[in-house]
């Protein structure tokens, strides 16, 4: 490790191991107390001392999710615009996953049909186009219903939140390094946002297991063929931190995914290429000093062809 960039140490579930402590140790981030966030938690958030005992330094919690709790109870008109905001997000999915379900049907059975292999493969490559306009077209409806609202939850316009920004922003002063959890993911990455960690994070090194490495990703997928319920296709969420652009990160992929469907895994890999999609087990972790990869344990990513090869790093 050269030190001229923050380092990105990313984990899988820390269920049934708890692997943080090993990870930390060869990532050479140091014994200095650590920042965490548990936002993703929601009521259970703060909740760190079984973390505190496996890493054995000090831990701070950053209390996002209560701070916003506090702060949505005493400005009805900033809460009131946040939910308007959820509700028009949760809108746009739905629409989207309609859309999404169509396309998904038909790139799976255009990448198993017969015929003649030159129209085949125009049909093919065109069907995952299809696929990737409609992710990017998702994504910048997204981008639109959140610009409609910027005004209305900032702190230019807030000055409780302002003043919660700057607590937050003191606390993260006085670490180098921050530790966000695995949970809500959505709940996580609203809190991120509305005390504007996407900046005060930049320069700090970040710990993420599960959803908190997610975030830290360019674009997050939500992914989930195990549902009771029935499969479920990956769909895009929104954008992520964009710390880490050009990845996919897939954490507890052997319980979520169909990981041996190997038309299932290509078109996968297929509709999020150029980025590699790469999977986060239990026991697995990548380490990044800032946008390059130096180490990685266990991880796996998807290939074209429908199989997970070995992620080796740089």
Known sequence: ????????????????????AQA?????????PIGVISAAWQEAEGDIDDIRQAVARPLTDLHLYHRAETLFAANPA????????????????????????Q?????????????????LAAERRHAISQLRALDQHHLRQVDKINGRYDDRISSESNPQLAEQIAEVKEAISLVDTVLITGGNIVVLLNRLRL????????????????????????????????????????EVLGK???????????????????????LRVGLFDRRFSPAICMTLENGSWLLYEGQTL???????????????KRVRSA
Not at 24 to 32: E, F, N, Q, T, Y
Not at 103 to 119: C, K, N, P, S, V
Not at 247 to 255: E, Y
Request: proline fraction near 4%; hydrophobic fraction near 40%; aromatic fraction near 4%.
């Open 103 to 119: 396309l998904m049907i038909a790139a799976r059975a255009t990448l198993t049909a017969d015929g003649e292999r030159a129209m």
């Open 195 to 234: 005390f504007g960690l996407d900046v005060l994070l930049r320069d700090k090194n970040i710990v993420g297991w599960s959803a908190g490495a997610m975030v830290l990703s360019e674009r997050i997928v939500l992914f989930h063929e195990r549902l009771p319920q029935g499969r479920r296709d990956a």
């Open 24 to 32: 930390l140790a060869r990532s050479g981030i140091g014994d200095a």
């Open 1 to 20: 490790m050269t030190g001229n960039a923050p380092l990105r140490l990313l984990l899988g579930p820390q269920r049934p191991d708890v692997t943080i």
């Open 294 to 308: 130096i180490d990685s344990e266990s991880s796996k990513r998807m290939t074209r062809g429908g199989k997970f």
């Open 78 to 101: 900033l809460h009131e615009a946040y939910r308007q905001r959820q509700d028009r997000l949760k809108a746009q999915q739905r629409l989207y996953r309609l859309r999404l379900r």
């Open 240 to 262: 992520g931190l964009g710390m880490l652009p050009g990845v996919v990160l897939l954490p507890d992929a052997k319980q979520r995914l169909r990981m041996k469907d190997e």
